[in-house]
């Protein structure tokens, strides 16, 4: 019984609960009655201070804690104080009249609802000393004895007598209340212990029915099974057993069935069988990597080792080349004892294939020697996180065997492949052979035709090359990176007969005869090789005569971009530099004209730009314009808005081809503006011709 009430002490609390919820509703209407019971014996006795005020306080008290604590011990320990407050209440009313004590049972009596002899105690003990105080002061008086002054004269004897009544009525109603606890308490252990036993059988039900369904692993959703229960799991166990035992073997069974398919599926291609048969083996058994070594005699039988022909490292395949020799490592003592070597713990630096995730170190080894009729044909490896179980080393012992057979197999139809291969390859070569040459005859015959046609093709472009570079007015010289001529058109070496560069043409070095000016000409030369394009002018007297060129010298390329050499390019400027230095004198004659004025001459275009001025204006115009003017610059650029509009209009007069003169006042004297178009042969204005005199006032006005 103590078992089950421990069992189910959370929810024998909840029939507890229920009942002190009940018990709050019924004490609410009682602290009600008690409220309204004080008004009406303040309607009678006019005591209205009394019982409205001891009334609210004892009402707000307890809506107050049934707020703050509802359904707590503290909630029930008030109301059992207030039980007793609205009686003292009362008996204050009607001055210590005896019968208001008949509450004191009323009370208590109505807390039993509680079931809890703890309730009874702020009652009980708040009644007694209550009786006791009174009992006191009546015997030896106080000022507040109106209070009491229908209260009966009490001896020690009554009072005793009282105070027993009071004590056992509230000893009688604490037991009454301990008791109905345990009935309480009783009756939920007994619903509980139902409904338990209700749960069980649909459990037992269910768990029977999952196990039916071959759920074997289905849990069973009890904590406390009963008999019936554990019968059930001990047969789920049994049937578990049972199941793992088939489990095994049909493991074993299908693994023989799957590597017995890739076998007779493979069993002329040795590589492909190999890595069909771990990729396979590494999926089935979920482990995380795999390996099969085969025997390789090599050369000679002293030379045995075993090869890594195929490797898989999480489902996927790795391209690994390894040799072991017989009796070296793990392998190769597996090969040399011809027995399985199971390791639970592998060294950190013994397998060096990882996942993608990072590196982890298998936690277990298995090694497989392949043998048939006794001889070792290799060495199965395989590693995984999870330790091998007996039946994976079964299955893996079982499917050596297979493997081995398969792998003499495998390799007796390669060799005999191979010979049939290099038969054909070698009838193929020769085929292939004779119709090399036949190619390459071909071949030769149509590139002579090529050559051919490409000799008549460069003969036709340098032709046409040579028409180009010798029916031009201009002098032509390319040299290779060693100053060496490699090109000179007609017109060059016609300029060089009779003179001392007559010598020089095609294959010449370019220096050997420029005398005096060859370093000149050369850093010419090495700055078009640094890549750079020169263009300048030079007075020429290669046969004496007082000539100026023009030269342009630039770097040659070829299809890569790199320099392989310069051209030269020059063509006689005589005539224009004459013309250049006839206009450069007449410009200094024009300017002497100009300065011989003490008037500002200018002229300007049709932009209003300076194009000539002479230096009369030159220093007055900062005055006037604010700036000193420059040749290409506005005239109009220094003046303000207003000024700048009017001066605009004078010209723009002058260039619509009228001829006039303006007077501006300018501090104490007058600027005079005369304004011509200048106009060209065909009768355009193109721009103005101005002069600017400066007069004073005075000389106005005479």
Same mark, same amino acid.
């Given at each position: ?39 009406? #014996? %303040? ?11 001891? /009334? ?9 804690? !049934? ?10 320990? &008030? ?84 105070? /027993? @009544? ?5 000893? +009688? ?10 009935? &309480? ?61 088939? *489990? ?45 070594? @085969? ?5 000679? $039988? ?19 080349? !390894? ?53 070792? +044909? ?26 081995? %057979?398969?792998?003499? *197999? ?16 070698? &009838? ?6 004779? $119709? ?24 036709? !472009? ?14 032509? =010289?390319?040299?290779? #990176? ?62 004496? $005569? ?20 310069? %051209? ?28 011989? *004025? ?34 290409? &610059? ?9 000024? !700048?509009?009017? +001066? ?41 011709? =101005? ?12």
């Amino acid at each position: 019984m103590l078992d089950n009430e421990q069992f189910f002490g959370g929810q024998l609390k909840k029939f507890h609960e229920k009942v002190h919820n009940e018990a709050d509703n019924i004490v609410k209407y009682f602290v009600l009655g008690y409220f309204v019971f004080g008004l009406v #014996l %303040s309607l009678v006795y006019f005591t209205w201070e009394l019982g409205v005020v001891m /009334g609210l306080v004892s009402l707000g008290i307890f809506y107050l804690v !049934k707020t703050l604590a509802p359904g707590s011990l503290l909630f029930r320990l &008030t109301v059992s104080f207030l039980f007793w407050h609205f009686p003292l209440q009362f008996i204050l009313q009607l001055h210590g009249t005896y019968e208001m004590y008949f509450f004191y049972f009323l009370s208590v009596t109505v807390l039993l609802f509680y079931e809890d002899w703890i309730v009874l105690l702020p009652v009980v003990l708040y009644a007694l000393a209550t009786f006791v105080i009174v009992f006191f002061f009546d015997i030896y008086g106080w000022e507040y004895d109106e209070f009491f002054a229908n209260a009966p004269e009490l001896t020690y004897k009554n009072a005793l007598l009282h105070i /027993g @009544i009071m004590l056992m009525y509230g000893g +009688v109603c604490g037991l009454w209340a301990r008791l109905k606890k345990k009935q &309480t308490q009783e009756y939920g252990l007994t619903n509980l212990q139902m409904q338990e036993q209700l749960e069980l059988m649909d459990t037992n039900i269910n768990f029977a029915d999952n196990i039916s369904k071959g759920e074997l692993n289905a849990q069973y959703q009890a904590d406390r099974p009963d008999k019936l229960g554990g019968a059930l799991m001990e047969m789920r166990e049994s049937l578990l057993e049972a199941a793992e035992r088939e *489990s095994k073997e049909r493991f074993v069974n299908v693994g023989l069935a799957s590597i017995g398919d890739i076998l007779r599926a493979n069993s002329d291609n040795l590589a492909e069988l190999c890595d069909q048969v771990i990729a396979e083996l590494v999926k089935y058994m979920k482990v995380n990597q795999g390996g099969i070594f @085969i025997l390789e005699a090599g050369d000679n $039988e002293e030379d045995k080792h075993l090869e890594l022909i195929a490797c898989r490292a999480y489902e996927r395949k790795k391209y690994l080349q !390894k040799r072991v020799e017989i009796g070296q490592g793990l392998v190769g003592q597996a090969a040399l004892e011809k027995k399985f070597i199971y390791l639970k713990e592998v060294p950190a630096d013994y397998v060096n294939i990882t996942s993608g995730l990072g590196k982890a170190t298998p936690n277990s080894l298995l090694l497989v020697p392949l043998q048939s009729n006794g001889d070792l +044909v290799g060495v199965l490896e395989m590693a995984s996180f999870r330790p091998f179980e007996d039946f994976d080393i079964e299955f893996l012992e079982k499917v050596a065997e297979s493997i081995a %057979s398969s792998i003499i *197999s495998a390799k007796t139809n390669q060799a005999t492949k191979d010979l049939l291969l290099q038969a054909r390859e070698m &009838t193929e070569q020769m085929q292939a052979q004779e $119709e090399e040459m036949r190619q390459n005859m071909e071949e030769m015959q149509a590139t002579q035709e090529e050559m051919a046609r490409t000799q008549r093709e460069l003969a036709a !472009k340098e032709i046409n090359f040579n028409a180009l570079i010798n029916n031009t007015t201009d002098s032509i =010289i390319t040299i290779d #990176l060693d100053y060496n001529v490699v090109i000179m058109n007609a017109m060059q070496k016609s300029r060089y007969v009779g003179t001392q560069y007559e010598g020089l043409g095609e294959g010449s070095n370019a220096l050997e005869m420029l005398g005096s000016v060859r370093d000149e000409w050369k850093e010419y030369y090495d700055r078009a090789f640094a890549g750079e394009m020169l263009k300048f002018v030079l007075k020429s007297s290669v046969r004496g $005569e007082d000539t100026w060129r023009e030269y342009s010298i630039n770097p040659v390329r070829n299809d890569k971009n790199e320099i392989i050499g310069a %051209s030269i390019f020059s063509r006689d400027i005589s005539d224009r530099k004459r013309v250049e230095l006839e206009n450069h004198r007449i410009s200094q004659v024009m300017s002497s004209l100009l300065n011989t *004025s003490n008037d500002m001459l200018l002229a300007i275009d049709s932009d209003y730009n300076l194009i000539v001025s002479n230096d009369r204006f030159k220093k007055g115009a900062p005055e006037i314009f604010g700036s000193e003017v420059k040749v290409g &610059t506005s005239l109009l650029s220094g003046l303000e808005e207003t000024q !700048k509009k009017e +001066v605009r209009a004078q010209y723009d007069r002058a260039l619509a081809g009228e001829s006039f003169q303006a007077k501006y006042e300018m501090g104490d004297g007058v600027l005079v503006n005369r304004c011509e178009p200048i106009v060209n042969d065909e009768g355009h204005v193109y721009g103005i011709g =101005i002069l600017i005199h400066v007069e004073s006032k005075d000389q106005i006005a005479i």
